[in-house]
């Protein structure tokens, strides 16, 4: 990227930072006007998907992540939608109104969601239209993601992760709050307690948005998150393989994620990635959607 285009994408985000300051509260629970509901087939059932956007527009997959949902990107698919893309998002096995897709729906039936079941998932949602695609993986499901383009990347013409794992292996211990206890404890054990402390808001979200979360937890099956977490406890090293794709990676995190910016940026080198560090949290797709896109657009439209 030049330095004109450099400079031309800082006072982009320097702009969109000013919308993204004067967010106020919504009701997470409600999908934006355009938005079309459907559910998807894959391997381990139905997910639940909306979509947006104009039906010739380059396709846009945003996958939320573990305890997340579609709604995670209400506030930036319509902001991707008006740049002339097609939007879409769903909800992965277990959680949310995917939660009736699980193991026991596989030929033949397993007993744990596993890394294959949602990267499986993801390949099935790609090919159910027009690809490549870009594809942005949230939190875990960057590690979804990232699994899906070394095996498939004639599907993917750009790959943005947000706040994903940075670290290989017992990813947990990179974990602020519970990476010290997370080397003693087994992943499946720590799903329960995380739940219970998201459903306590202990990570201060504003009041529209924790009632949100609290309330999808009503669907979202318990042992997919604590499934979950034992399968970051095993996370694949991608670099080395997704670095030799060739397709261009965006590193998106927020200053205050779960892991230490530091770690994200050791991940983006190895990756040949750019390097997105906003000023807000573990979800820049809820609290800075703005800079997000913008960084995304930049991405997309080199």
């Known amino acids: ?30 999908l934006p006007v355009d938005a079309v509901r459907d559910v998807v087939t894959v391997p381990s059932g139905g997910l639940a998907r909306m979509t947006m956007g104009p039906l010739d527009g380059e396709r846009i997959v945003l996958v939320p992540g573990m305890s997340g949902s579609k ?14 893309y097609r939007v879409e998002a769903f909800d992965m096995a277990g959680q949310y109104e995917s939660h009736a897709a699980g193991p026991e729906n596989l030929e033949p039936p397993q007993r744990r969601y596993t890394l294959d079941l949602f990267v499986d998932d993801l390949v099935a949602v790609l090919q159910t239209g027009r690809t490549p695609a870009h594809v942005l993986g949230y939190s875990f499901a960057g ?11 004639e599907l993917f013409r750009t790959l943005t992760l947000l706040s994903a794992p940075p670290l290989s292996g017992q990813a947990l211990r990179g974990f602020k709050r519970i990476g010290p206890l997370s080397h003693v404890v087994p992943g ?29 937890f009503a669907l979202t099956r318990t042992s997919s998150v604590a499934d979950i ?14 670095r030799a794709t060739g397709i261009p990676i965006l590193v998106a995190v927020g200053e205050g994620d779960v892991f230490p910016a530091a770690a994200h940026r050791a991940f983006a080198q190895r990756l040949g990635a750019s390097l997105l560090v906003l000023p807000t949290g573990h979800s820049p797709c ?4 703005h800079q997000l896109t913008t960084a995304m657009l930049a991405l997309m439209r080199p």
Do not use: Q
């Open 286 to 289: 809820e609290t800075a959607p």
């Open 229 to 242: 977490m034992a399968l970051m406890k095993r996370t694949p090293d991608l670099a080395p393989a997704l």
């Open 71 to 84: 709604e995670d990107f209400t506030l930036m698919a319509p902001l991707l939608a008006a740049a002339g």
């Open 143 to 153: 590690t979804v993601a990232g699994v899906a383009a070394v095996r498939h990347p």
């Open 1 to 30: 990227m030049s330095a004109t285009a450099d400079s031309g994408v800082a006072a982009a985000l320097r702009e969109a930072r000013l919308l993204d300051e004067r967010l106020g509260e919504i009701d997470w629970s409600v």
């Open 188 to 216: 499946r054990a720590l799903g329960r307690p995380f739940v219970a402390a998201l459903r306590r808001n202990i990570h201060g979200a504003p009041r529209d948005r924790a009632a949100f979360v609290t309330a999808r």
